[in-house]
């Protein structure tokens, strides 16, 4: 951070900055030549209800670098949001959702209810493209529009509601599904949440992480269960790491669990074995 912050902007020149911004052109120019190199991937992490059934997965971004190793999303989607890129990974990650439905359809080993979640970005949310591109997709493979789940965050329902509602309309029409991510850290208003049409709430891992102190993690989990399921809604918790934690949902009737006590996010070939293997299921949650 700059020491002169009285200082004339025009004037003055401020090396962190002009390090930070170097750093950001550099990201940049490598992720376009990994995605040229087919360096990114998704990884799966499964979903599971209180029957230890597998009801879905979510879609979650990698980067396989070759000198850095793997580099999680955090890293590089701001940077690939803020120059345009974000659009050729969210390909990526649909593409593979759709090979691993095929390959999932292909071993009898999922019905029409199981779906894949994919995170959508803001401006691709924003993009009057994001349907066409999606459908594109998905009839290429032969995917039903219902198998994928479109996670998106409160915080981009909070503008311009009636053209949000629209373009979500839009795309449901299509026979996708909406889901609201990391539900309960943005500032949706609730008498709003009933206007949008969207099928489930996923409960931000900060409050399972929390959910064994009565007064934090546990009233705000019982409070988003039994606001969800007035709505009708299904809801998630993620970032369920313990048996404990586990628990305490469990008696709040939460319709399904997301977490390392389950798995963490695989590769889709680690995922398909995992899937086509789950009876170990079971015995972490009963
Ligand atoms: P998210 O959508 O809320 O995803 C959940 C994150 O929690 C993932 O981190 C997942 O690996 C992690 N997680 C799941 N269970 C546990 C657990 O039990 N313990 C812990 N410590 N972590 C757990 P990840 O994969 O690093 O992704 C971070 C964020 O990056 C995602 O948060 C999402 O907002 C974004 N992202 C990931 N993939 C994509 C993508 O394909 N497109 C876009 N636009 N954003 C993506
Ligand atoms: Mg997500
Ligand atoms: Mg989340
Ligand atoms: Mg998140």
Known sequence: RSKNKGGNSSSFYD???QTLLEKQTELETDIVRAIASNEFCAYFQ???N???KVVGAEALIRWNHPKKGLIAPNEFIPIAE?????QSLQNVVLRDICKLINELKSTNTIDNSFSVSINISQSQFNSSNLKKELFSTIKEFGVEASQIKLEITESMLSSDIEHTIVQMKELISAGFVFSIDDFGTGYSCLTYLSAFPVKELKIDKSFIDKILDQAKGFSIAQTIISLGKSLNLVVVAEGVETA???EVLSKMNIDSIQGYLIAKPMPKAHYLKWHNDKSDVHSLIS
Request: charged share 0%; aromatic share 12%; proline share 12%.
């Open 82 to 86: 803020q120059y345009g890129l974000i």
């Open 50 to 52: 209180q029957l230890g």
């Open 244 to 246: 404990a934690q586990y």
């Open 46 to 48: 499964p979903q599971v």
């Open 15 to 17: 090396p962190a900055l």
